[in-house]
T-cell receptor
Framework: RKEVEQDPGPFNVPEGATVAFNCTYS??????FFWYRQDCRKEPKLLMSVYSSGNEDGRFTAQLNRASQYISLLIRDSKLSDSATYLCVVNIKRKLIFGQGTELSVKP | DAGVIQSPRHEVTEMGQEVTLRCKPI?????LFWYRQTMMRGLELLIY????????DSGMPEDRFSAKMPNASFSTLKIQPSEPRDSAVYFCASTSGAASPLHFGNGTRLTVT
């Protein structure tokens, strides 16, 4: 089993839709979690950290479920510019491990 | 404020040649990570340093790969000899702590023919 797993997608959604991604992790001792966004042929960039109580940044909401060992990212009112690959990152024994990424394509 | 700086941006070389990738982390960051990204395998952690000391190199594919961090502002990843299957984008990233997010460089796109 991989240490961090994501549904690779692609997710094809219309503008304005709400879309959710999940990411599961294997190590229950993991302490810190992040969501990154990667555009084609670019480096990954931090989208948001994930806090235990859940956190929101505009249209984006991140949540952590320690009992089931997953994190989620919710995008509301999706825009064309949200099209990208979304990567979850889990700190496992001080190593920052990436999921394989979920591709999102927002269509007009 | 300069981010993580990698060089070269692109490298094309022939099989068997030595390749050296370079990285300058963000000043003040004490952890540095090298990743490799391919379509098939995604982002793989190769090695990471803490305070210039290699902590975990279990992701380094084989003895042909080596990494050094002689000081807090410079790291290299070397492949000798290179093979076509090493073709990938190599990213360097730095962070100020285990609970802090990573900041990536622009990456080096390596093609081995």
């Amino acid at each position: 089993r991989k240490e961090v797993e994501q549904d690779p997608g692609p997710f094809n959604v219309p503008e304005g839709a709400t879309v959710a991604f999940n990411c599961t992790y294997s190590n229950s001792a993991s302490q810190s979690f992040f969501w990154y966004r990667q555009d084609c042929r670019k480096e990954p960039k931090l989208l948001m950290s994930v806090y235990s109580s859940g956190n929101e940044d505009g249209r984006f909401t991140a949540q952590l479920n320690r009992a089931s060992q997953y994190i989620s990212l919710l995008i509301r009112d999706s825009k064309l510019s949200d099209s990208a690959t979304y990567l979850c990152v889990v700190n496992i024994k001080r190593k920052l491990i990436f999921g394989q990424g979920t591709e999102l394509s927002v269509k007009p | 404020d300069a981010g993580v700086i990698q060089s070269p941006r692109h490298e094309v070389t022939e099989m068997g040649q030595e390749v050296t990738l370079r990285c300058k982390p963000i000043s003040g960051h004490n952890s540095l990570f090298w990743y490799r990204q391919t379509m098939m395998r995604g982002l793989e952690l190769l090695i990471y340093f803490n305070n210039n000391v290699p902590i975990d190199d279990s992701g380094m594919p084989e003895d042909r790969f080596s990494a050094k961090m002689p000081n807090a502002s410079f790291s290299t990843l070397k492949i000798q000899p290179s093979e076509p299957r090493d073709s990938a984008v190599y990213f360097c990233a730095s962070t100020s702590g285990a609970a802090s997010p990573l900041h990536f460089g622009n990456g080096t796109r390596l093609t081995v023919t």
